[in-house]
């Protein structure tokens, strides 16, 4: 039996799919303080024009350049796995396959569009790059392209995890990074939240906020700002995974997917994998898929689809998604990539058009799920992806109770190396499931309920 499916260099996609040429409802465009639809023009101080004219495009494929397509052969195509150990631990009559993008040197699926990004704003004469990063996983893949392409990387980490996690932050200076604690004495929005909260743990909407200051005030024009996740071109370039995932199957003759998982906190590599396949569901196919979020920070579940900032500072345009409120604060659970307010446009369209059905989890039930994959597949997850394992295991309990023979694919984002202290928390009885009060939600929906409304429109077909 074939456990693990490899494609030849020369057999790896030359394009993206792009879902936007595809959707049955368009996508809303983002909108400006003014109300008014932002226009590339006024996103050319933040990012370089050759990948805001892919952030509008409404082209079904974009050519993969040549130069890009050299850095992802560094680990891709990455495998394909039949998870058949996993399968006969839960005694399911289930195929489960899954998509490993833990092999990349960051260790994550996050490198897919840092190398893209990297060398599109190469090729438009920029020189440096800043970003933010949470838990530091975005900043050590921007900082490892930004090592590949000779381009200068700044990382405004978010303090608290500056301080407790200090291996990403090697993992950056390993690859010429220059990461500092955020707030910073770098930029005004540091200096200013500094002076009133000098013991500020910091957040990501902080960091946003000084790591775009950076880059729109660097007078010689040659410094952009790069973001992870959420945005159009983002999950373009997270496609790849998809469309490898498709030629795979097909090597094996496997004509048919049932189910397509993936963890999402911006919803980058959710779309990466699922994006094809809904291009497909599009066309006809049956075919479920389940973007999945922890139970404490329900963007998809409970929150309503609505015009929000993308970052706490209100820097960035108002983009229409599923949004918890830019201000809310998610209860500290481990997997610190899936705690974002917002979902990427695309992805709630697909939500709002019903082509999507999310699912929420506890991260109890998340630890266990991938502590049964560890010891069966081996390889120990990130947390975030712990909860792709999670649906992918119920999804495999129910094939068993009903008896039927499904194919289930779910994305392996990323491996948990260097989470291993969420481990340890589980280990010690020290998570709990924590629901979120409605009254929080409220709370927080209350400070955005007289922005803009975006149309929910469908189609009604699924
Ligand atoms: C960042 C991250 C995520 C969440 O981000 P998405 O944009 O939703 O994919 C999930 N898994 C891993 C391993 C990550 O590093």
């Not at 695309?346 to 010891?375: D, M, N, W």
């Amino acid at each position: 039996m074939t456990i693990k499916v490899f494609l030849a260099e020369e057999e790896i996609p030359r394009q993206w799919y792009n879902l936007a040429a595809d959707l049955p409802t368009p996508l809303q465009p983002p909108l400006g303080p003014d109300g008014n639809p932002v226009g590339p023009e006024m996103l050319a101080p933040v990012f370089p024009m050759n990948l805001i004219e892919q952030e509008v495009s409404q082209e079904r494929w974009i050519d993969i350049p040549d130069g890009v397509l050299e850095l992802l052969y560094r680990w891709r195509p990455s495998p394909l796995h039949r998870a058949v150990h996993l399968e006969q631990a839960l005694n399911t009559p289930a195929k489960i396959y899954y998509k490993n993008e833990s092999i990349s040197p960051a260790g994550s699926h996050k490198p897919n569009t840092a190398v893209a990004q990297a060398w599109y704003n190469k090729e438009f004469g920029i020189k440096k790059l800043t970003t933010e990063t949470g838990a530091g996983q975005w900043g050590s893949a921007l900082s490892f392209a930004c090592s590949l392409i000779g381009l200068e990387c700044k990382v405004f980490m978010v303090r608290i995890s500056f301080d407790q996690k200090p291996m990403r932050k090697l993992m950056m200076q390993a690859w010429g990074g220059h990461c500092v604690a955020s707030p910073s004495e770098e930029t005004a929005a540091g200096r200013e939240i500094l002076a009133k909260h000098p013991d500020t743990p910091g957040s990501l909407g902080i960091a946003i906020s000084e790591a775009v200051e950076q880059a729109v005030s660097d007078e010689s024009g040659e410094t952009r700002y790069s973001l992870g996740s959420v945005l159009n071109h983002v999950m373009l370039h997270q496609t790849i995974i998809g469309l490898e995932a498709k030629k795979q199957l097909a090597k094996i003759g496997e004509s048919k997917v049932d189910v397509v998982i993936g963890c999402a906190g911006g919803g980058s590599n959710f779309a990466g994998l699922a994006f094809p396949f809904i291009n497909d569901k599009i066309n006809g196919a049956q075919i479920e898929v389940i973007p999945v979020e922890p139970t404490s920070c329900p963007t998809m579940t409970r929150a309503p689809f609505a015009y929000d900032h993308g970052d706490v500072a209100n820097m960035t345009p108002l983009l229409p998604m599923h949004t918890l409120g830019h201000q809310f604060i998610p209860p500290p659970i481990h997997a610190g990539g899936l705690r974002y307010h917002g979902m990427a446009p695309l992805v709630s369209q697909t939500i709002v058009e019903g082509l999507c059905a999310p699912r929420a989890i506890h991260q109890v039930e998340c630890y266990e799920a991938a502590l049964t994959f560890a010891k069966t597949e081996g390889i120990i997850a990130a947390p975030e992806t712990s909860h792709a394992i999670a649906a992918a295991i119920q999804e495999a309990d129910k094939a068993r109770e009903e008896g039927k023979e499904k194919t289930i694919l779910f994305n392996l984002s990323g491996h948990g190396l260097m989470d291993l202290n969420g481990y340890q928390l589980y280990f010690n009885n020290a998570l709990t499931d924590y629901a979120l009060p409605e009254e929080e939600i409220q709370k927080s929906l209350d400070t955005i309920k007289n922005y803009p409304q975006p149309s929910v429109a469908k189609t009604g077909k699924w």
